[in-house]
T-cell receptor
């Protein structure tokens, strides 16, 4: 079983809609959770970090963590064409493990 | 400005060649990492280092070795390149800490082994 699994996508949403990305992880000892964004041909860059159960908001992005269910999600509100990218879920426990990524396309 | 640089953006090598990929960071970070990225498989950790002259195996170390002689430099070595090592290689660095800190990535090296 893969350590970090993401909904496979691709995900296509209209401009202004909410994009919802999901991630599950297998290691209950995981301490920290991250969402990275990767534009085509570019390197990943961090957009959200979350460490405790609940919601973490930053602008149009909200990360949600449920450790009991071993589940992390990312919501992108008011999606813009510039949000079109691959989103990588990453889980930290001594080392960082990445999911395969979900590609999001925002239709203008 | 935070910066991680990698020696080449594109590299073409022959099967059996010894290949060196260099990574340099200017942020005084303790931790450095080498990943490879393949379609559908995401980022997979090859090796990492939490201090100078220290290295630890990641999830897929077979066929690779690393060297960290200075804090700012982390080298990935393919002792005898094979076609299944054709991939995008990404270097990253971060501060140390129990919670795990943001990893800053270099631009990547696309390696093709013929």
């Amino acid at each position: 079983q893969k350590e970090v699994e993401q909904n496979s996508g691709p995900l296509s949403v209209p401009e202004g809609a909410i994009a919802s990305l999901n991630c599950t992880y297998s290691d209950r000892g995981s301490q920290s959770f991250f969402w990275y964004r990767q534009y085509s041909g570019k390197s990943p860059e961090l957009i959200m970090s979350i460490y405790s159960n609940g919601d973490q908001e930053d602008g149009r992005f909200t990360a949600q963590l449920n450790k009991a269910s071993q589940y992390v999600s990312l919501l992108i509100r008011d999606s813009q064409p510039s949000d079109s990218a691959t989103y990588l879920c990453a889980v930290y426990d001594y080392k960082l493990s990445f999911g395969a990524g979900t590609t999001v396309t925002v239709r203008a | 400005d935070v910066k991680v640089t990698q020696s080449s953006r594109y590299l073409v090598k022959r099967t059996g060649e010894k290949v060196f990929l260099e990574c340099v960071q200017d942020m005084d970070h303790e931790n450095m990492f080498w990943y490879r990225q393949d379609p559908g498989l995401g980022l997979r950790l090859i090796y990492f280092s939490y201090d100078v002259k220290m290295k630890e195996k990641g999830d897929i170390p077979e066929g690779y070795s690393v060297s960290r002689e200075k804090k700012e430099r982390f080298s990935l070595i393919l002792e005898s390149a094979s076609t299944n090592q054709t991939s995008m290689y990404l270097c990253a660095s971060s501060l140390s800490g129990g919670r795990g800190f943001e990893q800053f990535f270099g631009p990547g090296t696309r390696l093709t082994v013929l």
